[in-house]
DNA sequence: ACCTGAACACCGTTCAAGT
DNA sequence: ACCTGAACACCGTTCAAGT
């Protein structure tokens, strides 16, 4: 198998970023590495090491490119928990396009400008609509988690495989829990299906983001039922 | 420096997933090698082929652990939100012992024997509770999801470094936050504090598990007061 | 049954050297 | 300024061979 050498596209450190990525989407962040890089752009190895200091740092540089594809569309007029709710969706959509990423989230939220301008959006929110300071942070965090974990808890996301390979050890993971005992799993057994599936993404994401929403507004409505009494 | 070899242990299959997972403790998951832990055992790496297929079945053989070490006191006379508490807080505690193998955690839980327990337990719970099949299925997903996230969330959870080097680090990431422009980030400098420590680590994590069944608990009444109307 | 030696195809990274 | 060659210290894994 000849390198897919890309002629045209000449190195420099936004394109190793753009390539990496793309190699990520399509066979996993494992294969992000600094020798297929250069491969994948006809070039030495060690050629990368002009562009990028490290392996490190370009993965930060990947995790820095989701935060800076995050769309906002937040009305500050509206109240705060649809505000609240606009931002996880922003987060959400954002890490839907480079699932086998992940993992670079957590560590770049404060380091890259545009995750530093949404946390600074999330906790003046938060605080102006009453959540003393723990809260606010709290809060804050939950929603990029909440983000995170419902791209990473739909089905399929971790692995980079193909979606032959995908389908295949979905359809292995269905046959082991139908295969459980019926008088001990009666549960798992009916709900096999939705636990492994979900034809209604849109609706998958709404219903996540609600519960966390509804979570943060119950806390406030109880620390304030709380502070009156 | 020599291989701290430990003479008396014996090379077996429960030795070398011990060994695996407190090397993981000590140094991270990367550190976990099959050629480090031979080094650990004063054993040639292919011995431990022996005992473990691969790589891969030893990860999945330390996630299964994990599992194994949830200590779930539901009652099962008691209202379901009591119960879901009592489930997600019992991953907590399981998770919080090995942080840095929580990304083992997803790809067992329906693979191992006490993951697929916990699994029907919870979604017993749900379903007699009155969630739909979907919404039972959701929420039961975000219950072990939001365990991951709380844990995962914890400051300086995801390297396994030394404590030093950790506090160190996250000097470097308060600076950074309070380094910035006082007009522009008024928020995030007053809250930097919250955002990187927490004092009351019990509190952080009762919080936590009150939003998302707090969550559970409004989707539920939503539910109800759309299907009476 | 359990372990070793040698080998293969991979990693990230450094450093001197080329143009 | 940008890239290469050679080298180093690592990976996981296979396979024939030892005891």
Chains 1, 2 share one sequence.
């Not at 820095?64 to 505000?83: C, H, N, T």
């Amino acid at each position: 198998v000849a390198a897919r050498r890309v002629l045209s596209e000449t190195l420099n450190r936004d394109a190793v970023i753009d390539r990496a990525l793309a190699l990520a989407d399509a066979e996993g962040l494992d294969a992000v590495t600094i020798r297929r890089l250069g491969q994948e752009f006809g070039v030495t190895p060690m050629a990368l090491y002009w562009h990028v200091k490290s392996k490190d740092e370009l993965l930060d540089a990947m995790g820095d490119r989701l935060f800076a594809s995050v769309q906002l569309d937040v009305v500050s007029g509206q109240p705060w928990d649809e505000q609240l709710r606009s931002i996880v969706l922003a987060f959400v959509e954002a890490f839907r396009r480079h699932p086998t990423c992940l993992e670079l989230v957590y560590r770049r939220i404060f380091a890259s400008v545009e995750g530093q301008q949404i946390t600074e959006l999330a906790l003046g929110l938060l605080r102006n609509a009453g959540f003393t300071r723990r809260e606010t942070a709290d809060v804050a965090t939950h929603a990029l988690q909440t983000a995170i974990m419902l791209v990473g808890a739909e089905p399929g996301a971790e692995p980079g495989v193909s979606a032959e390979e995908q389908s295949e050890q979905l359809a292995a993971k269905r046959a082991g829990l139908l295969a459980l005992p019926a008088e001990q799993f009666p549960y798992i057994r009916e709900m096999a299906d939705e636990m492994l599936h979900c034809d209604d993404m849109p609706g998958y994401y709404a219903f996540g983001v609600d519960v966390f929403v509804a979570g943060a507004r119950a806390t406030l409505n109880r620390q304030r039922a709380d502070s009156s009494a």
